[in-house]
């Protein structure tokens, strides 16, 4: 782990030096923002933003050799859906509506060697190797670097 702490240092320190293209986020409902940060034509990090009613999400992705190497994400869980207002709540006999003061904010860090996950902490703890949640959770990750990933390269070609 420590030799991609290193990488992830690395490229964060280096990120004035390379290129960057930004486009919105069009396979969220709610909209967002992908800048990719590149070395020549090689992706580097990718940082996201997306939004929705009932939750927000930051990641950065980390790549090393075109392989994803580290990714973190910053989820903020909504307790109702942002649209679901005191007077929508009150409409529908409910006594509980969006509050902000109840989002649920989450920290995911996952770790991969060999385009393979190794390891995945969430909120400082980890979370077990052998459970169906780590286990599918990889293709998760790629798919959702794979479509940054377009994205991007939809600007690119544009």
Known sequence: MADIKKKVSQIDQGLKDLSHKQVEDLS????????????????????????????????????????????LEHYYIYNKPMTYTE????????????DDKKTIAQTNLYYLKSNKLFKWMRDNSDVTVNSSEFINREPQLWTKALIFMKELKELKNN
């Open 28 to 71: 969220t409902r709610g909209g967002g923002t992908i800048i990719g940060y590149y070395d020549g034509e090689e992706v580097k990090k990718i940082r996201a933003e997306q939004f929705t009613d009932t939750c927000r999400t930051f990641s950065e992705l980390y790549f090393d050799d075109g392989m994803l190497i580290f990714v």
């Open 87 to 98: 007077d929508v709540a009150r409409a529908n006999n409910d006594t509980v509506w969006y």
